[in-house]
């Protein structure tokens, strides 16, 4: 399971994106000192950093320094109200993977997570076998199975192709948009949404579980 560690010194900030990634499958862990945030990073394998550069005391930028120095295996999105050019660059070279400004859209920051989770291989969407609850897809076969393994589950390219997208995403959140670019290499006269929600609605009943894939206005599509 990706493991994120949130370093924010605004509490309420804190815990309501620990509450939010957690919902998306994601286990965290909270800091909200850049202390603090080093002595987890000493005990605990951490994919990702959120990493808020305005922290009191030792800040983000320290943070980021001893982590680039050390050598620490973790992918780092620094978070900042500083939103000028030159602020992004030196988070940069200091050794961040990304740069948020605050405020930020929350499916934006989901958005920058896979992205990192896709460049560091820290996601499965490289592995052969993919298990959810009771799915398993075989992308080496490309073979979906549903009742953990006992029954096989005969998809069309696109259904298999956004079951793919979902299981990649561990539980989080893929938005209608995001499944069509990666699925759908030609184009169509109809609305993407309506094209998605049509093969949705279409693979919930070929899971046999129309609880398995949970949609969200504004969020998107996620396996439970």
């Known amino acids: 399971m990706m493991r994120i560690l949130i370093v924010e010194d605004d509490r309420e900030l804190a815990a309501a994106l620990d509450d939010a990634l957690r919902y998306e499958g994601y286990a965290t862990s909270l800091a909200t000192t850049g202390v603090e945030a080093l002595k987890i990073l000493a005990g605990t394998n951490v994919d990702i950093m959120l990493l808020d550069r ?113 299981m990649r995403a561990e539980g989080g959140y893929v938005t209608a948009h995001e499944l069509y670019d990666a699925v759908w290499d030609e184009p169509t006269a109809a609305d993407p949404t309506d094209v998605i929600k049509t093969t949705i609605y279409s693979l919930r009943r070929k899971l046999a579980d129309r609880e398995a894939i949970v949609s969200t206005r504004g969020e998107g599509y996620r396996l439970q």
């Open 54 to 166: 305005d922290l009191p005391v030792l800040s983000g930028d320290a943070v980021m320094a001893t982590v680039a120095a050390n050598r620490i295996p973790v992918a780092v999105i620094m978070l900042t109200a500083a939103a000028e050019v030159s602020d992004r660059v030196s988070g940069l070279d200091l050794g961040a993977d990304d740069y948020l400004t605050k405020p930020f859209a929350y499916p934006e920051l989901l958005a920058r997570i896979r992205a990192l989770q896709r460049r560091s291989g820290t996601s499965n969407a490289t592995a052969a076998v993919l298990t959810r609850g009771a799915i398993t897809l075989d992308s080496t076969r490309r073979l979906v199975f549903r009742d953990h393994g006992r029954t096989l589950v005969k998809l069309t390219p696109k259904e298999y192709g956004i079951l793919l997208e979902l």
